[in-house]
């Protein structure tokens, strides 16, 4: 045996993600907020540090496990989550669809209160 301090190197494990919101392919409309939320853990209980990406548009979302989006333009958005434990990061890929056309339960557009007011006004004028 050698006398003197021994050198021990811990090999790192990386984080482990273990749930992802919004499920894959889950669909919102154009002025919903859009909650991410992930869990995570790392095995040799390291502080963990997230990103919500969406690499297409060269934009960071957030830098929490629980990340709001709002006004997200419509059509199908492709976000990557990065997980790091300051050594190794893990990925997770989500994708979600947003719709420009808000509808009511019956499937028939949404008519705008301008509308409303301009059809009362005609009604108003035609029966006067």
């Given at each position: 045996?050698?006398?003197?301090?021994?050198?021990?190197?811990?090999?790192?494990?990386?984080?482990?993600?273990?749930?992802?919101?919004?499920?894959n392919?889950?669909?919102?409309?154009?002025?919903?907020?859009?909650g991410l939320?992930?869990?995570?853990?790392?095995?040799?209980?390291?502080?963990?540090?997230?990103?919500?990406?969406?690499?297409?548009?060269?934009?960071?979302?957030?830098?929490?496990?629980?990340?709001?989006?709002?006004?997200?333009?419509?059509?199908?958005h492709?976000?990557?989550?990065?997980?790091?434990?300051g050594?190794?990061t893990?990925?997770?890929?989500?994708?979600?669809?947003?719709?420009?056309?808000?509808e009511?339960?019956?499937?028939?557009?949404?008519?705008?209160?301008?509308?409303?007011i301009?059809?009362?006004?005609?009604?108003?004028?035609?029966?006067?």
């Amino acid at each position: 045996m050698t006398a003197g301090p021994q050198i021990v190197s811990a090999e790192n494990n990386p984080p482990v993600i273990t749930s992802v919101l919004p499920e894959n392919g889950t669909v919102y409309q154009w002025g919903d907020v859009i909650g991410l939320q992930a869990e995570a853990h790392d095995p040799d209980g390291d502080n963990l540090t997230y990103v919500w990406r969406e690499p297409s548009e060269g934009i960071e979302h957030g830098h929490s496990a629980v990340v709001d989006l709002s006004f997200m333009h419509p059509g199908k958005h492709f976000l990557r989550l990065e997980v790091s434990d300051g050594n190794d990061t893990v990925y997770w890929n989500l994708n979600f669809i947003v719709d420009d056309v808000e509808e009511e339960e019956s499937g028939s557009p949404i008519v705008s209160w301008e509308v409303l007011i301009i059809a009362l006004i005609m009604i108003i004028v035609v029966v006067v």
